[in-house]
């Protein structure tokens, strides 16, 4: 069974572009969260994704936004990209929304320069 | 808002030894669910145990436990037989029973394994 796939792995971009990553879940799994990792920051969450619907958001800028598509596939986008945005951006799939285990991808890791 | 605190940066233990990480949490809510996870230099997210807040029994998997004090709001993970491979963030991490998911994450002990 193929495990949750990010793409891309790894990215650079400059400041005040936009960039969009891609999250695979594991088949079958319905929901989908996205969390920010920085050195400063830790572990934050952005939003979680149920059939195609945004259940819940954390406290970031409406310049974070993203979306699920009908096969559960999850993209999230960052505009006018600041130094700051510059992090590892992991993705988590399960079976239901609110289920209790989450499986996560190896993450994308976005500088922004 | 809930919070969850990792007071130790970094722990180092000898391979075969037995360590315990340390994490506190807040929550008004009676149930809920804890987890640990460990972060090798993959950097991918790997479930190590959950505890459901509910359940009186404490958590096991294999050579890791937890001793969860719900009144003390703390969730320390012990480690037995500590091998080379546990080495790795560890991240303790809440999250409520209902409605979305939505992990609360601890700041992470850095685990190193002395050979």
């Known amino acids: 069974k193929a495990g949750v796939t990010q793409t891309p792995r790894y990215l650079i971009k400059t400041r005040g572009q936009q960039v969009t990553l891609s999250c695979s879940p594991i088949?079958?799994?319905?929901?989908v969260s996205w969390y920010q990792q920085t050195p400063g920051q830790g572990l934050q969450f952005l939003f979680e994704?149920?059939?195609?619907?945004?259940?819940n958001k954390g406290n970031f800028p409406g310049r974070f936004s993203g979306r699920q598509f009908s096969n559960s596939r999850s993209e999230m986008n960052v505009s006018t990209l600041e130094l700051g945005d510059s992090a590892l951006y992991l993705c988590?799939?399960?079976?239901?929304?609110?289920?209790?285990?989450?499986?996560f991808g190896q993450g994308t890791r976005l500088t922004v320069v | 808002a809930q919070t969850v605190t990792q007071s130790q940066p970094e722990m180092s233990v000898q391979e075969a030894e037995t360590v315990t990480l340390s994490c506190t949490y807040d929550t008004s809510e009676s149930d809920y669910y804890l987890f640990w996870y460990k972060q090798p230099p993959s950097r991918q997210m790997i479930l190590v145990i959950r505890?459901?807040?509910?359940?009186?029994q404490n958590a096991t998997e294999n050579r890791f436990s937890v001793n969860f004090q719900k009144a003390a709001k703390s969730f320390s993970l012990k480690i037995s037989d500590s091998q080379l491979g546990d080495a790795a963030m560890y991240f303790c991490?809440?999250?409520?029973?209902?409605?979305?998911?939505?992990?609360?994450f601890g700041q992470g002990t850095r685990l190193t394994i002395n050979p």
């Open positions: 088949s079958g799994h319905r929901s």
């Open positions: 994704y149920f059939s195609e619907t945004q259940r």
């Open positions: 988590a799939s399960s079976l239901l929304s609110g289920s209790t285990e989450a499986f």
């Open positions: 991490a809440y999250d409520e029973i209902q409605g979305a998911q939505k992990l609360v």
């Open positions: 505890q459901e807040a509910y359940k009186q």
